[in-house]
């Protein structure tokens, strides 16, 4: 199973890539709410921007942490500096065995446990 990094969504709700639109039609990867947060926290978000990612995330298995994973995101960020949102999604990827699928792959790298891997780069 597939974790969609919070940079795709933007690149597949903006239509700015039908490669990658393709591919998430293909393998229907879920999303943590960190990146529904992220997304939609977004301060210049317009209100059809905003309907649009709204409508997207609906159609999405959304994954919520638990504290199993908040702990994982506490130890990954002791060893790294990385936001907490980056943290508490790889911890999700890592505690529930999922390929992290982000376009910010050096962001990860690090972590030599996470399955990590671009969807533009194929």
């Known amino acids: 199973m597939i974790l969609l990094d919070s940079n795709l969504i933007i ?3 903006s239509g700015q890539s039908p490669q990658l639109t393709d591919w998430f039609l293909d393998n229907a990867p879920s999303v943590s709410v960190v990146s529904m947060v ?7 978000l317009k ?3 905003k309907a649009e990612l709204e409508n997207f995330f609906s159609r999405l298995n959304v994954i ?8 994982r995101a506490i130890e990954l960020r002791q060893k790294h500096a990385m936001s907490l949102g980056d943290a508490l999604i790889a911890a999700t990827a890592l505690t529930r065995d999922l390929t992290l699928a982000t376009h910010n792959i050096k962001d990860f790298a690090w972590i030599k446990a996470l399955d990590v891997f671009d969807p533009l780069e194929e």
């Open 11 to 13: 690149y597949i709700t």
């Open 38 to 44: 992220e997304v939609l926290g977004y301060h210049g």
């Open 47 to 49: 209100s059809s921007e």
């Open 64 to 71: 919520y942490p638990a504290a199993e994973e908040f702990q």
